[in-house]
């Protein structure tokens, strides 16, 4: 199996990707490839004295940059670090592509390179969220502002398919994020795929669901369209973040906190770890003839290691197979915006 | 100034409403009715040792229970103590109504009974949420599923008049809750109406906000349709809990991390208090002839409490009259789903 990781994609590129694609080879045992211009990689490496001895490198002429329109990643900028990427695991070259570079150029490069499934109308992008009994995935969370109810009834399949194969949730029980728990509620788009979804008898829908059911892990998948996904995870993202800065100023308020803190160090570490969305890896791209992972803007070493760990349980999985032989059947059509 | 609460809404009525009334009366020196079986709310008070004397009952029939339709506040429960109080308001009798019950009901009830303020096409829902710097308004957060770019407008100014009127904020900041921050991101409705809300001079816009806004207190009034806002609303909801919980059970989990907990005690009550919205009072409603709030279902004696005062503020802020001013030169057209 051969991971290739963006080596210019995030805020700490390429000395962060460098040091999680060591880490990854060491630990792992997968082969592990770097895409990005060989001489600053390996200057890098060098310079802070990193053995990269063994890591392939996927040379790269330029980077996909936030000011770059998202289609340059397939003409202008199709020599970047990201869209070498996309083309080795296109060829067959590579199983899996990280990047933490830009969402919007990784979405639009993964589709016109990497390709969806033949039958997928629409990949979908995943974010794997710490629950309070266990991961929650959450998807659509920005691939597809505007959904259909087929799309969403797809999202639900290959969710559920995700967090089974992958995460080893069983028989992963898949909600459809709405404003109300009946059947009544929710707009045409909801009252629709609930219908659809009551039907499918190849998941465990368990109907609609509040956004409390993200926090509180009241089911495994939680489908919705990117728009409102995007939404929902920005604000969670941004309380955890809120919280996570409250509770530090509260330990540092005081020499008595300072102490008490001391004393729960573990509690309290794993208290943030339980929140810390860095261990779960990144966010699967879905729907994809391979495993495309997006990991987040400010990425360190860790979190690119985790999302290699997640590579490797996803290309193992046989999640594409299982995908490919289920849309199979249907026609393929790609949903136009 | 009279506040009307609802002495039959909510998970801990009527014990809880009445004890939040009695504590009202008490400390914010103002009139306070309860509405509700004259007969109940006395023995209640009787069998607690709690002294109602001072509170005025407005004497109510029925209660709206969670299996009635909303409507039925209107007909078959208009001498419920949900529509007494509405009514008792709406005559010009008292000045603000408070209740826990069934927020479908409430709005219905307040719309058709209270109604809403010439101009104003539809009342909207806020929620003032405990962000990181201050307190952040997010409306609508339920009232209306499915909004037009008009309507988000008056939310825009509606909100921003009661951040500053109720809450005191100076200009406060307006964004628009969206799935990016550039003006080209969102769906039709977002893009619209960020057009829309450039133009006005009256509101401090700052532009499309992300989710990330409501936790980190970006902006002082998030405004959004009714779907996204419950969305978000019960998405922060769902992961304070989860987070409360985690940490509850980080602290119980070994001997030292309780020791450590005992010398934080101050500090985890502050920042247990810094994201508790029972210290907020309820959720306004807002674009009415007269306050309604709608306290949280499980509200206790302190939300009812805190409910009151945000009444007293409300009530004496002349935002109501600021509203009848700016809207009375608009074509009085409600908008229709």
Chains 1, 2 share one sequence.
Request: with cysteine; proline share 3%.
């Amino acid at each position: 199996m051969k991971i290739v990781i963006d080596a210019f994609g995030g805020d700490y590129a390429p000395l962060e990707p460098i040091k999680g694609a060591v880490r990854a080879k060491s630990e792992l045992g997968c082969e592990i490839a770097l895409s990005g211009t060989e001489q600053i990689i390996r200057k890098t490496a060098a310079d802070n004295g990193i053995d990269i001895s063994g890591i392939e490198i996927l040379d790269a002429q330029s980077v996909m940059t936030y000011d770059d329109e998202p289609k340059a990643v397939l003409k202008k900028k199709n020599d970047s670090s990201m869209a070498v990427g996309l083309k080795a695991v296109a060829a067959g070259e590579a199983d899996v592509f990280i990047s933490a570079g830009s969402t919007a150029a990784l979405l639009m490069g993964s589709t016109f390179i990497v390709k969806r499934i033949k039958g997928v109308s629409r990949p979908a992008l995943g974010a794997v969220l710490p629950g309070l009994n266990g991961h929650v995935l959450l998807m659509d969370c920005g691939a597809n502002a505007e959904c259909r109810p087929e799309m969403l009834k797809q999202f639900a399949f290959m969710g559920s398919l995700y967090m089974e194969k992958v995460l080893g949730v069983k028989t992963p029980r898949v909600g459809l994020l709405n404003n109300g728990t009946e059947d009544s509620k929710g707009l045409d788009l909801q009252k629709e795929t609930n219908a659809l979804l009551k039907e499918e008898k190849e998941i465990n829908y368990v109907g609609n669901v509040e956004g409390r059911a993200l926090g509180l892990s009241e089911c495994d998948v939680v489908i919705t369209d990117g728009f409102t996904g995007n939404i929902a995870l920005k604000s969670i993202e941004g309380i955890g973040s809120a919280v996570g800065k409250k509770l530090k100023g509260a330990i540092k308020s005081s020499f008595t906190a300072k102490l008490g803190a001391l004393l729960m160090k573990k509690q309290l570490k794993d208290f943030a770890k339980s929140l810390d969305y860095s261990e779960v890896g990144g966010a699967p791209f879905i729907g994809l003839k391979a495993p495309v992972i997006k990991a987040h803007g400010n990425s360190t070493e860790k979190m690119f290691f985790s999302a290699a760990k997640q590579a490797v349980q996803w290309a193992g999985s046989g999640m594409i197979e299982a995908l490919e032989e289920k849309f199979s059947g249907g026609d393929d059509k790609e949903e136009k915006e």
